[in-house]
């Protein structure tokens, strides 16, 4: 598979979509453990067993942002193309997964389910998969993302499906984070309308970009030699 074939490029445009997915989700999932963590009394029934273990819930906090912000930080490197951004998304995939299954597993034991966590996993799970099939040889040859290449319009999208997903993440994860008719989902509504507006604006800017400068490129008389002073 060559590496500048169409199907090589569709594959990078999945993976690193997928990628700044995880790493939003990972990144909002550890902020929304925050509830419970400084404040496992404070929902009735249902977060109150976590309070002997407020210090681990805290933890996973810390642990959640980080990964997330590793694995948006992989994303750019992906899209760059950089020597290291494979390995540092599987790297990221890898820690997420297993921080994530020790937060199920304690979430269960103490409180008798555990989602969203169980989201963020299963999420990070399967772009893990994905990932670990762009090495099979016939399809690395053609994806390699240390190689470089064109991948700004996969960059420009993701920051548009990001921020989507940002400024309707009150929604999709209502059913799991209201307590007593309270949507805590929202909590932080004013800053994440202010960060999903600002990734679909500059995601839209850099895909308008990336157009202007193919049509320029590709339109003679348009090009640098016969433009007008």
């Known amino acids: 598979m060559s590496h500048n074939s169409f199907f090589a490029k569709f594959l990078r445009f999945i993976g690193i979509v997928l990628m700044a997915l995880t790493g939003g989700f990972t990144l909002l ?5 925050s509830c419970a963590a400084f404040n496992p009394t404070g929902f009735g029934e249902s977060m109150a067993p976590l309070a002997p273990f407020q ?11 980080v990964i997330g ?11 760059k193309g950089t020597s290291d951004s494979y390995k540092m998304s599987i790297q990221a995939l890898i820690t997420g997964v297993v921080i994530g299954f020790i937060h199920i597993y304690a979430s269960r034991a103490l ?18 998969v994905i990932f ?29 499906i990001l921020g989507l997903f940002t400024l309707t993440v ?17 909590t932080f509504n004013t800053a994440m309308m202010l960060i999903g507006s600002a990734l679909v604006l500059s995601g839209m800017g850099y895909l308008i970009r990336l157009i202007n400068i193919r049509i320029i490129g590709r339109t003679p008389f348009l090009s640098s030699q016969h433009r007008p002073l």
């Open 111 to 128: 409180r008798g389910r555990s989602m969203p966590v169980d989201a963020v996993v299963y999420t990070t799970i399967f772009t893990l």
């Open 170 to 186: 009150q929604h999709t994860m209502a059913s799991t984070h209201t307590w007593s008719g309270v949507n805590y989902a929202d």
């Open 69 to 79: 912000v590793w694995g948006i930080w992989a994303t750019i490197k992906l899209v």
């Open 55 to 65: 210090w681990l819930y805290i933890l996973f906090v810390l642990m959640g942002v």
């Open 29 to 33: 999932g550890g902020i929304g453990t």
């Open 132 to 160: 670990l099939l762009f090495r099979i040889p016939g399809i690395w040859q053609g994806v390699n993302f240390d190689k470089g290449g064109s991948n700004g319009t996969a960059g420009g999208a993701a920051a548009i």
